[in-house]
């Protein structure tokens, strides 16, 4: 078999060449604002659907990388898998953090008790300690059907990113939270549709801290 | 916006119902032995590509559900995110167990001084500690470069889960993969072409865990 001698410090840059080529022989250009966010999806996928998908809201991605530069912000995630996906060096690297409440057993006993989701009371939670926060779903529509409530009562999160992949209320969730984003001016990244995932998740917020941060060592960053 | 008021615990069977709709509409039928890899699959991407990209080698399902029935078979993940994914109710309930190296300080020194990937030398540990584990690739082809070249020098790991995601190298190590598990009678799951991910790797971990368990509280399973 015939392999390409690359460096792996290289596999990116070249990956992400080869997803700017395509896009240049499918006649599709993306927005220099937006693009570290969409090639990074592209890159975790290897799906090019994420192009039609992928909703950003108007200045999300500038207003969000400027709070981030600035640190001090948590990104709250609805799986710990999504958690476990966000490099922890560009986390450190920029002053800010993450954190994910869905294996914690009180979350679990209140959403037993309130016959909802783990998800829903992890956003709630999220919500109440870290109120301008980074909303992330890579799982759980419920997660999005909370926040999107929580927005129409006045929170205002510093970006949702609603990305969870799924075949029952998925695409409706979605769908509903852009419009409750776009109407309470809150920046949010969306993937319309039914997919999505936590490595999804993961990876937009990856291409966020990396933009804060400026670049992160390559070999750190799974 | 109108919901389907479904109970959490109902979700995962009210996608299965409608993975197995729209399989039925465009004429699929999937056999019986690989069904629940394969709508797993789909229920953890909502990407029915990999009706077409996901392949089995004969009998491994069948084979490798049996060895876990047993206990005692470790998982070793070419990354964290992955590891995290698998569901450690249903490892605890099988008496089965899962790592990952590719954290730990001595497997970077190694791949440093040696001009390689950790996901390389991980793998390599992991067929030292294991020799008969099941190892899981979500992330990087030079993990199955290196268990490809240990099979061909004689290892006979369980099973291997090749399904790593991307653009250099990704397609050519899953090929030669399968055809090295084919020639030396090694159980393979592998996503041909370019798509795959930890989110999968872990899927395919857990549907060959839930087999094996029949049966786990889907409350637990994220």
Chains 1, 2 share one sequence.
Do not use: W
């Not at 002053?95 to 998800?119: F, H, L, Q």
């Amino acid at each position: 078999m015939e392999y390409k001698h690359i460096l792996p410090g290289d596999i990116e840059k070249t990956s992400m060449s080869i997803i700017e080529g395509e896009l240049a022989e499918m006649g599709i250009k993306i927005d220099e604002s937006i693009r570290p966010v969409m090639y990074r999806v592209i890159h975790t996928s290897a799906d090019f659907d994420y192009v039609k998908n992928l909703r950003i809201t108007d200045g999300a991605v500038e207003a969000v990388v400027e709070k981030l530069r600035t640190g001090g912000l948590t990104f709250i995630t609805d799986t710990n898998m999504a958690l476990s996906g966000i490099n922890k060096s560009a986390l450190s690297k920029t002053g800010n953090s993450a954190c994910c409440y869905m294996a914690e057993p009180d979350i679990a006993v209140a959403a037993k008790e309130r016959g909802t989701t783990r998800a829903a009371v992890s956003m709630e939670r999220g919500l109440a300690e870290y109120p301008e926060g980074i909303f992330v779903s890579g799982n759980a529509p419920t997660a999005l059907i909370t926040i999107s409530e929580m927005i129409r009562q006045g929170h205002k999160p510093s970006m949702v990113i609603g990305v969870p992949v799924g075949f029952v209320n998925v695409v409706e969730s979605k769908e509903e939270l852009l419009q409750v984003c776009e109407e309470f001016g809150i920046p949010a990244i969306i993937a319309l549709g039914r997919k999505g995932g936590s490595n999804v998740a993961a990876s937009i917020c990856n291409a966020l801290l990396y933009m804060a941060s400026d670049g992160v060592d390559p070999d750190k960053r799974y």
